[in-house]
């Protein structure tokens, strides 16, 4: 009876929203499952019901956020054309608007480098990196592109716009606030995308 009580009331998601904020504020190998029971109230030995381990935790919370990312990646997919600008446009604004608007998911998914935790992100960036892949061929295919004179364009875009991330999120800027900058970067790595295949 007690362990269904605690079942219904520390549910999965809120130890992950609660692991989550104190991975970003004290780092992965800061915390423990007893400081994350402590942060929520309760013993750690409720944790395990959901969780076996730390690290177990943590995938939860990274697979979390690349879906969430997935997620609005397919929205563009389906969302009609904005005037003005390509699908792939599109989908690089909504990554750049993703990493600016959830930082520290963000940095958890891509930036950290702690060993212990690597291989638990690494999986996981090669899918969203794959989806993006796809998704970028398939819009470049549509504007009719001439990818196959490089068909390493996808990675340099990805590549092109986790850096425009990585720069300004230090600063903790908005997404609006940079919007400007944004729409100017995916132009024109957009631009430089057919004067390599031309």
Do not use: W
Not at 27 to 47: D, F, K, P, V
Not at 72 to 95: A, D, H, R, W, Y
């Amino acid at each position: 009876m007690a362990r269904r009580a605690v079942e219904q009331e520390l549910s999965r998601e809120r130890i992950m929203d609660a692991a989550r904020h104190l991975f970003i504020t004290k780092g992965y190998r800061g915390i423990s499952m007893r400081s994350i029971g402590q942060h929520l109230g309760y013993s750690h030995g409720s944790l395990y019901y959901h969780f076996k381990e730390k690290a177990e935790l943590f995938y939860a919370i990274v697979v979390q956020d690349f879906n969430h990312l997935a997620r609005l990646c397919e929205l563009v997919t389906k969302s009609p054309s904005t005037e003005g600008q390509t699908k792939t446009e599109q989908l690089m604004l909504e990554f750049i608007k993703f990493g600016l608007e959830h930082p520290h998911q963000y940095e958890i998914m891509f930036m950290l480098r702690d060993e212990e935790i690597l291989a638990y992100c690494r999986s996981e960036q090669a899918k969203c990196f794959d989806m993006f892949d796809k998704i970028v061929r398939g819009f470049l295919k549509e504007e009719r592109h001439p990818l196959e004179s490089n068909p390493s364009l996808p990675l340099s875009m990805f590549l092109g716009i986790h850096g425009f991330i990585s720069f300004y999120i230090q600063d903790r800027l908005t997404f609006e606030e940079i919007l400007p900058a944004a729409v100017a970067h995916v132009k024109m790595l957009s631009q430089s995308s057919y004067r390599l295949t031309s």
